[in-house]
């Protein structure tokens, strides 16, 4: 069966510093790749999505996220940091034949500090 | 505007009542999702549904059960049967099942049993 880590459960980063989520993967084959980020008591957002092609992906709000299957990873990386990126992150896959049956990590909580 | 609404944003039963989750989309999406969401352990399916009238078990569906009467609506019974049922539920939708699709979320419902 398919599952994603994400090794790091809180991660604090001062604004302007660059930063970079961790995130794994076990699947069988190449699975689909998504990163979303949530505010508290709210619902989800995409960042970004992997199918195939580029291995380097751009998505919203200056984040990028690099996939490497040598490594089984999908990490999720921006420059600078600014104060409302502070949020909790979620990576996930998708089975090829129904990608939107989403299996998520654990999440990752990014606090920002001035 | 498009979207999904959830109703109610928070939700309080008693041990041993059966209550019933509203998720409503105008987006004409085909493909609706029910997740669970607990923290330190990401967002799990509970169920998702293709098509009017057709749906199947997630992850985690004991406890559960849903009806798919309209395109529009995915209501969401936790049934006295749900060994621990407070958390945060989740519904997506998406235009369909496939891979180049994104599922859009609501903003949550939490559920409290008291």
């Known amino acids: 069966a398919q599952s994603v880590t994400q090794p790091d459960i809180h991660i604090t980063v001062s604004e302007g510093a660059s930063l970079e989520l961790r995130c794994n993967y076990s699947y069988g084959a190449t699975p689909y790749l998504f990163w979303y980020v949530q505010s508290p008591g709210q619902g989800l957002q995409l960042l970004l999505k992997?199918?195939?092609?580029?291995?380097l992906v751009q998505g919203i709000k200056g984040f990028e996220a690099e996939f490497k299957r040598s490594q089984s990873s999908f990490n999720l990386r921006k420059p600078s940091v600014h104060w409302s990126d502070a949020a909790e992150y979620f990576c996930a896959v998708g089975p090829p034949e129904y990608g939107n049956k989403l299996v998520f990590g654990a999440g990752t909580i990014l606090r920002v500090k001035s | 505007d498009g979207g999904i609404t959830q109703s109610p944003k928070y939700l309080f039963r008693k041990e041993g009542q059966n209550v019933t989750l509203s998720c409503e989309q105008n987006l004409n999406h085909d493909a609706m999702y029910w997740y669970r969401q607990d923290p330190g352990q990401g967002l799990r399916l509970i169920y998702y549904s293709q098509i009017v009238n057709d749906f199947q078990k997630g992850d985690i569906a004991e406890g559960y059960s849903v009806s798919r009467e309209k395109k529009e609506s995915f209501p969401l019974t936790v049934t006295s049967a749900q060994k621990n049922p407070t958390a945060f539920y989740l519904c997506a939708s998406s235009v369909q099942g496939g891979v180049d699709t994104e599922a859009f979320f609501g903003q949550g419902t939490r559920l409290t049993v008291v």
């Open positions: 992997y199918f195939s092609g580029d291995t």
